[in-house]
């Protein structure tokens, strides 16, 4: 009889529990408390791990914390879904992927993560040790891709606050396929010769903002792949690289299209291109529309203004063929600063898909103190 009672008042009893639980403290798991060690040798991999099995399961906000020092971490991933949408990583620390970089560099990312909602990342840096990567790229002996040091696939509303990222093996910080996404005051640096260092790349992703940060690296300072929408860039720095770039298009027959990208108050200093958009020449159903370039310094830029749907790196198998990829609606807005070459705008756009509604507002960039030229289509 006491059972039943008890069973019958159960369901009263959670009702009232439940919004109280509400206003609980979020409960805070140091990675130091999982085993975690600031020892050059020590792998902590595991640690990490643990602790975020606990705050992925956590039905109260939870924040995992990463005390100074340096933590060692073999490529990991941070799954969801959680039961919780309010999770910090509170940095303090550095982590650190392997010196050898055979450890991690056939794993796609380093630190990935996955399907997750509601994380948020404050300060810290991450190390992704790439320089004997790129030096065996270099010579062309046969090396492994490399790992992206930090990227969010399939997930939404993430925040990355004051992160630092060095030289990692390939893209520093990778969203794919995610949704609201807020990118603030991050750093990204990388030497000006590091091969495909990407500081921010953006895929099949909407409503992501990348906000006053400092991009220097060996490839694109930001680059927007196939599928991105509503992309809002402002307040960022980039050099050495080589700009910020939607794309390359174009890769798939079948591909998605980048639309309504916002780029504001930019400054390229000493980088290979300033403003870009990239194709390869080859049949596509991928799109570029409703870009908006405004407010950008260039300072010694090889290439401030160029449209380039011949796109093909290493002049190795390219395609060879028109671009399906049709460009419109792109403005270009109080652009100023001087070019390192002669042309300072460059527009190769596809023969068989013409660029449309290409606006030049306001554009004054010169070479050798001279009005620098343009080549249009
Ligand atoms: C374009 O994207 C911005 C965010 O970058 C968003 O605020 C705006 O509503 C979008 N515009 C359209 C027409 O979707």
């Known amino acids: 009889m006491a059972r039943t009672i008890l069973l019958l008042f159960l369901p009263l009893f959670l009702f009232f529990v439940l ?25 902590s991999t595991q640690a ?61 990312q380093w630190i990935l993560f996955e399907d997750v909602n509601g994380v948020s990342i404050y300060g810290g840096v991450l190390d992704g040790q790439g320089t ?35 030289n990692s093996q390939m893209f520093h910080i990778v969203f794919d396929g995610c ?10 640096s990388a030497p000006g010769n590091s091969p495909n260092t990407d500081g921010i790349h953006v895929g099949k992703s909407s409503g992501v903002s990348i906000f006053d940060s400092k991009i220097g690296t060996g490839d694109d300072c930001i680059s927007i792949g196939p599928g991105t929408t509503n992309l809002w860039i402002e307040n960022v720095a980039c ?22 990208v916002t780029v504001k108050t930019v400054t390229f200093t000493g980088t290979q291109n300033g403003l870009r958009i990239k194709s390869w020449a080859r049949p596509s159903s991928g ?8 407010h950008a310094v260039m300072t010694n830029v090889d290439n401030p203004i160029v449209i380039d749907q011949n796109y093909c790196p290493d002049h190795k198998n390219c395609p060879n063929k028109a671009s399906g990829v049709k460009i419109s609606g792109v403005t ?5 600063g001087t070019s390192a070459t002669e042309v300072a705008v460059k527009f190769d756009c596809s023969s068989t898909t013409p660029c449309t509604g290409i606006k030049l507002e306001d554009i004054k960039l010169s070479y050798r103190s001279k009005a620098a030229k343009a080549s249009l289509p």
């Open 48 to 108: 990490f791990m643990a602790a975020w099995t606990h705050a992925c399961g956590s039905t109260n906000p939870a924040t995992i914390y990463i005390p100074p020092g340096r933590f060692l971490l073999r490529n990991v991933i941070f799954r969801g879904p959680c039961k919780n949408n309010a999770i910090v990583l509170h940095m303090d620390g550095t982590l650190v992927a392997p010196f050898d970089y055979k450890v991690i560099g056939n794993a796609e």
């Open 287 to 294: 799109f570029a529309k409703s870009i908006l370039f405004q």
């Open 132 to 166: 004997n990567l790129w030096a065996c790229k270099r010579d062309g002996r046969s090396c492994p891709t490399g790992a992206k040091s930090l990227g969010f696939r399939g997930s939404e509303n993430i925040l990355i606050s004051g992160l630092t990222s060095l």
């Open 332 to 336: 270009y807005q109080d652009i100023h």
């Open 19 to 43: 919004p109280t639980s509400f206003a609980a403290p979020v409960i805070t798991y140091n990675v130091l408390n999982y085993g975690a060690k600031s020892v050059p040798s020590f792998d």
């Open 179 to 188: 949704n609201t996404v807020k990118v603030k005051g991050v750093r990204v």
């Open 239 to 260: 050099g050495p690289g080589h700009g910020i770039s939607i794309g390359s298009l174009g890769w798939e027959l079948q591909e998605a299209g980048v639309q309504n």
